[in-house]
């Protein structure tokens, strides 16, 4: 399975955020769009890097509650991991899991199209399982 055909079937919306917003910003920006993680997106277009909840505690942890006044630009990961919509799922869940990321926003010509989500690949997999099991159950059945 291609990434591209995850993204068809959960869409292609992808929640952003300015480099220059403040991490009370983006904690609210990501209980409002239900996700863990936003691409940090200049006004360009271009991508700045990704931030996520993991990233907030940590640097809670390490710098206390005045993190939250500062940018998300201060604590964003900038080496962001892509992939691309012809990429496979299974070259995504290893990039996934070598990196201990948790989510990958998917490039197609250098445009922003979409992000996949470990949950994303978890989901898929199981389909896949349901499937398989119920193909194996029909075949028995034949006889």
Known sequence: ?????LLRTKGAAVATVAPGTTVTELLAGLA??????????TPEGAIAGIVSERDVVRRLND???????????????????????DDSVDELSVLMTERRIRHVPVLEDGRLVGIISIGDVVKSRIEQLEQSQEQLEAYIAQG
């Open 63 to 85: 710098h206390g509650p005045t993190v939250l006044d500062g940018p998300v630009a201060d604590i964003m990961t900038k080496m962001v991991a892509s992939a691309g919509p």
């Open 1 to 5: 399975m291609r990434i591209a055909d």
């Open 32 to 41: 409002r769009h239900n996700v863990g993680a936003m691409v940090v997106v």
